[in-house]
């Protein structure tokens, strides 16, 4: 297990430590969800239809899965500190591209969208950095007995992101386009960046042990993480098919105006932040990562299909369901990646947690072009019901209740 590095563990750098991982990592997420707010305004201003729109907005979670393991290998070798700090810096100058790109743009040719595309996917490929390491700070810098709450609050960064993008994007595309769009990221990243240069430090690391001169791989050991990497993969289905397409959901299914379509979005991504932080919590209480894990994917599930069913039979709750299906489908997240830092250890989190991260981002960016053509085929409630299917899929993978390595 790794240790916290100071002898106050519970003072105030590793909640300090910890405040900064979920500043970059949402600064990150702004720059990642920003295209996928910019769908309605694409689909209904410049006519693209929805599958395209939501290739377009796959592309920075295409970026990331490129180099979300390289960041996480990275991490394990040179530390935290300058892989969230010069990677979001990174993600800042990818962002200011789109800006540029975007603003002498001719209006909606094919090349402009390629050319928007390309600097998306540079900046997933920056902000992976936090993704990838930021939870090498909660694991270093907590005990085991408080990490269910410190990466239910690191899991916040995600919802909240995206709560800030759904609450900005719209009134900022339609008042200055896609550039002044952008621009938040530029800002957010960039200053982020800056502060986590200055004020993160490493937590301290226990001696490498080795197998044959090189550390043992918690790979060889078991099944235990390829199918935690597998559940989270399968139930970051339902959670992008919404965070993707619950914007224009709201706008063309359920009659309400971009504005207040983005405040009800900007809201569940809120609760669904409280919700990781309750679920982390729950994991505390219950000694237990997976059970809970197990919980939350049935519970996707249920939710999944009263979506579905709301929107086929018109229910005036199918808001109010959207709500409650963000904050399920994004609880799981903490626990996941919780387990997985504990079982690989602090000599191999980082590439574990880059692994975890690359399959949950390989499968978010299939959903914006499969569930933007399955939309256009058979509609919201069948491709609901399809993400539900997925997260049914997960229940018995969830493995049993796991020992936490303290030697890697």
Same mark, same amino acid.
């Given at each position: 297990?790794?240790?916290?590095?100071?002898?106050?563990?519970?003072?105030?750098?590793?909640? #300090?430590?910890?405040?900064?991982?979920?500043?970059?990592?949402?600064?990150?997420?702004?720059?990642?969800?920003?295209?996928?707010?910019?769908?309605?305004? #694409?689909?209904?201003?410049?006519?693209?239809?929805?599958?395209?729109?939501?290739?377009?907005?796959?592309?920075?979670?295409?970026?990331?899965?490129?180099?979300?393991?390289?960041?996480?290998?990275?991490?394990?070798?040179?530390?935290?500190?300058?892989?969230?700090?010069?990677?979001?810096?990174?993600?800042?100058?990818?962002?200011?591209?789109?800006?540029?790109?975007?603003?002498?743009?001719?209006?909606?040719?094919?090349?402009?969208?390629?050319?928007?595309?390309?600097?998306?996917?540079?900046?997933?490929?920056?902000?992976?950095?936090?993704?990838?390491?930021?939870?090498?700070?909660?694991?270093?810098?907590?005990?085991?007995?408080?990490?269910?709450?410190?990466?239910?609050?690191? +899991?916040?960064? +995600?919802?909240?992101?995206?709560?800030?993008?759904?609450?900005?994007?719209?009134?900022?595309?339609?008042?200055?386009?896609?550039?002044?769009?952008?621009?938040?990221?530029?800002?957010?990243?960039?200053?982020?960046?800056?502060?986590?240069?200055?004020?993160?430090?490493?937590?301290?690391?226990?001696?490498?042990?080795?197998?044959?001169?090189?550390?043992?791989?918690?790979?060889?050991?078991?099944?235990?993480?390829?199918?935690?990497?597998?559940?989270?993969?399968?139930?970051?289905?339902?959670?992008?098919?919404?965070?993707?397409?619950?914007?224009?959901?709201?706008?063309?299914? +359920?009659? #309400?105006? $971009?504005?207040?379509?983005?405040?009800?979005?900007?809201?569940?991504?809120?609760?669904?932040?409280?919700?990781?932080?309750?679920?982390?919590?729950?994991?505390?209480?219950?000694?237990?990562?997976?059970?809970?894990?197990?919980?939350?994917?049935?519970? $996707?599930?249920?939710?999944?299909?009263?979506? $579905?069913?709301?929107? +086929?039979?018109?229910?005036?709750?199918?808001?109010?369901?959207?709500?409650?299906?963000?904050?399920?489908?994004?609880?799981?997240?903490?626990?996941?990646?919780?387990?997985?830092?504990?079982?690989?250890?602090?000599?191999?989190?980082?590439?574990? #947690?880059?692994?975890?991260?690359?399959?949950?981002?390989?499968?978010?960016?299939?959903?914006?072009?499969?569930?933007?053509?399955?939309?256009?085929?058979?509609?919201?409630?069948?491709?609901?019901?399809?993400?539900?299917?997925?997260?049914?899929?997960?229940?018995?993978?969830?493995?049993?209740?796991?020992?936490?390595?303290?030697?890697?």
């Amino acid at each position: 297990m790794i240790r916290a590095s100071h002898p106050d563990s519970l003072g105030v750098t590793p909640w #300090l430590m910890l405040a900064l991982g979920v500043l970059a990592q949402a600064a990150g997420t702004v720059l990642i969800s920003t295209p996928a707010f910019l769908i309605p305004f #694409l689909h209904t201003e410049r006519g693209l239809d929805l599958s395209s729109a939501g290739l377009l907005a796959s592309a920075p979670t295409a970026g990331m899965v490129l180099t979300l393991v390289a960041w996480g290998a990275l991490a394990d070798r040179i530390g935290e500190r300058w892989v969230i700090g010069g990677g979001t810096l990174l993600a800042a100058l990818a962002a200011a591209g789109a800006v540029l790109v975007s603003g002498s743009a001719r209006g909606s040719a094919v090349g402009d969208y390629l050319a928007l595309a390309v600097f998306f996917l540079l900046g997933g490929m920056a902000s992976a950095s936090a993704n990838a390491a930021s939870g090498r700070l909660v694991v270093g810098w907590f005990p085991r007995h408080r990490r269910g709450l410190a990466m239910g609050i690191r +899991q916040m960064s +995600q919802p909240l992101g995206v709560a800030v993008a759904a609450v900005t994007i719209p009134a900022l595309v339609s008042s200055g386009g896609i550039a002044a769009a952008q621009m938040l990221s530029v800002v957010l990243c960039g200053m982020l960046g800056v502060v986590c240069l200055v004020l993160l430090r490493d937590p301290a690391r226990l001696p490498r042990t080795t197998v044959g001169g090189v550390s043992e791989s918690p790979y060889v050991s078991g099944g235990r993480l390829w199918r935690i990497h597998s559940v989270s993969m399968l139930l970051v289905i339902p959670q992008f098919t919404i965070s993707t397409f619950g914007l224009v959901w709201l706008i063309t299914e +359920q009659s #309400l105006t $971009a504005a207040v379509a983005g405040i009800v979005v900007g809201i569940s991504q809120f609760v669904g932040a409280l919700g990781r932080i309750a679920v982390g919590v729950l994991s505390d209480r219950v000694g237990s990562r997976m059970r809970p894990l197990r919980w939350v994917a049935i519970a $996707a599930v249920v939710v999944m299909v009263l979506l $579905a069913a709301s929107d +086929q039979i018109g229910w005036p709750v199918a808001v109010a369901v959207l709500i409650v299906a963000t904050t399920i489908s994004v609880a799981d997240n903490g626990l996941a990646f919780t387990a997985v830092a504990e079982i690989a250890g602090p000599r191999w989190s980082g590439r574990a #947690l880059g692994i975890q991260n690359t399959g949950q981002f390989v499968a978010a960016s299939a959903v914006g072009p499969v569930a933007g053509l399955l939309i256009g085929v058979i509609g919201y409630p069948l491709t609901f019901v399809a993400a539900a299917a997925c997260a049914l899929l997960a229940v018995p993978l969830v493995p049993n209740d796991h020992v936490e390595h303290t030697d890697r």
